[in-house]
T-cell receptor, first 115, second 117 residues
Framework: GNSVTQMEGPVTLSEEAFLTINCTYTATGYPSLFWYVQYPGEGLQLLLKATKADDKGSNKGFEATYRKETTSFHLEKGSVQVSDSAVYFCALTNAGGTSYGKLTFGQGTILTVHP | KAGVTQTPRYLIKTRGQQVTLSCSPISGHRSVSWYQQTPGQGLQFLFEYFSETQRNKGNFPGRFSGRQFSNSRSEMNVSTLELGDSALYLC????????????????FGPGTRLTVL
């Protein structure tokens, strides 16, 4: 079945530092890949997505590239801000069948950014 | 466009009771998915509804059920509550267009925090 593995957290950075959160996946076929962010007390917000190999998703300074050869979708940001402190989830979904409406999530990575 | 709304935001129940949670999707979205989020198990898929039909179901006991109405609003019900059912329940909506499930992006509501005492 499908699975997603994220780097262990928590991750603690100083403001303006470079961020990488690793994400690798196992899936059949050609999954779509997503990064969601969850702020305290809130639901999940879509951060970015990529639907085919070599696609790069980007939003709010965050980027991730769909690498089929390494089954990875690592999240990066060049300069983090205190407001980026949140929990980040990598997720995937496959086409149809037993995957209708089902996202498979990684365990989440807690990011804390200090001034 | 209004986002996904969930009611109530917080619930406290006792063991053995039942509970119903409600989700209103983004206008025009026909698919609603439900997830359970706990510190120990993370985010787990419960089920998905599209045009009033359950298309997919996760590995949860039969105490967890759901339904979808003709206006795409969805409810989930948990009967005979157990302490382990305490969690944040999230619903997400998407267009759910048949044949493009892999590219349907899900948008989440704020969740309902259920506490079972």
């Amino acid at each position: 079945g499908n699975s997603v593995t994220q780097m262990e957290g928590p991750v603690t950075l100083s403001e303006e530092a470079f961020l990488t959160i690793n994400c690798t996946y196992t899936a059949t076929g050609y999954p779509s890949l997503f990064w969601y962010v969850q702020y305290p007390g809130e639901g999940l917000q879509l951060l970015l997505k990529a639907t085919k190999a070599d696609d790069k998703g980007s939003n709010k300074g965050f980027e991730a590239t769909y690498r089929k050869e390494t089954t990875s979708f690592h999240l990066e940001k060049g300069s983090v801000q205190v407001s980026d402190s949140a929990v980040y989830f990598c997720a995937l979904t496959n086409a149809g069948g037993t995957s209708y409406g089902k996202l498979t999530f990684g365990q989440g990575t807690i990011l804390t950014v200090h001034p | 466009k209004a986002g996904v709304t969930q009611t109530p935001r917080y619930l406290i129940k006792t063991r053995g009771q039942q509970v119903t949670l409600s989700c209103s999707p983004i206008s025009g979205h026909r698919s609603v998915s439900w997830y359970q989020q706990t510190p120990g198990q993370g985010l787990q898929f419960l089920f998905e509804y599209f045009s009033e039909t359950q298309r997919n179901k996760g590995n949860f006991p039969g105490r967890f059920s759901g339904r979808q109405f003709s206006n795409s609003r969805s409810e989930m019900n948990v009967s005979t509550l157990e302490l382990g059912d305490s969690a944040l329940y999230l619903c997400a909506s998407s267009l759910g267009a048949s044949g493009t499930a892999s590219t349907d992006t899900q948008y989440f509501g704020p969740g309902t925090r259920l506490t079972v005492l």
